[in-house]
């Protein structure tokens, strides 16, 4: 049953680390080309798409957030540690899930008041571009800080279970968080 369990949410880990990597890209290809493209209209053919320039600016902030999320799959998020220097040797292992968990909480505060902002822009009826909802634009706020702050609560967990049998509490920055299929 355990065996099943773990392969079931093996699986849903390679979808979504699949779903993230393949949007990512497709997003990044998107702006690439329609960037390259309005430059193209505007200095050969003297015109462009009036809707290009937001929806660009649209897509700076997903490939934004959508970036910050694998770079949390992967732990790579930057961090400044300064305590594992000026901590004694007993608890230099447990800086690492202290510092998870205070990610995992400031994303989960940052997640609940974008949905917040983003139910309001959804009450009000708020278009972005061209007709289009701004709650669609922003939805990938609360979502990308929400899938954050779980992925660090994961992580502080292991940390702490590690650090707790006395070892470092963590892998090194940089260290994906499982490995890659």
Request: proline share 5%.
């Amino acid at each position: 049953m355990a065996e099943r369990l773990a392969a079931g949410a093996a699986f849903w880990l390679r979808l979504l680390r699949y779903t993230e990597d393949a949007l990512l890209g497709l997003l990044l290809a998107v702006m690439v080309l329609l960037a390259g493209g309005q430059i193209l209209l505007r200095n050969v053919f003297e015109t462009g798409l009036f809707w290009a320039d937001p929806l660009l600016r649209a897509l700076v902030l997903w490939v934004g957030l959508l970036g910050a999320v694998v770079a949390s799959r992967e732990d790579r998020h930057i961090a400044i540690d300064f305590a594992s220097r000026l901590l004694p040797a007993h608890l230099k292992g447990w800086t690492r899930p202290v510092t998870s968990l205070f990610t995992a909480g400031v994303s989960a505060v940052v997640a609940y008041h974008a949905v917040r902002f983003v139910a309001s822009d959804y009450a009000a009826g708020t278009t972005a571009f061209g007709g289009l909802p701004a709650w669609a634009v922003e939805a990938v706020v609360p979502l990308a800080f929400a899938l954050i702050s779980l992925r660090y609560g994961v992580l502080c967990a292991v940390q702490v279970r590690r650090a707790a049998q006395g070892g470092r509490g963590g892998k090194p920055p940089g260290t994906p968080l499982r490995k890659p299929e």
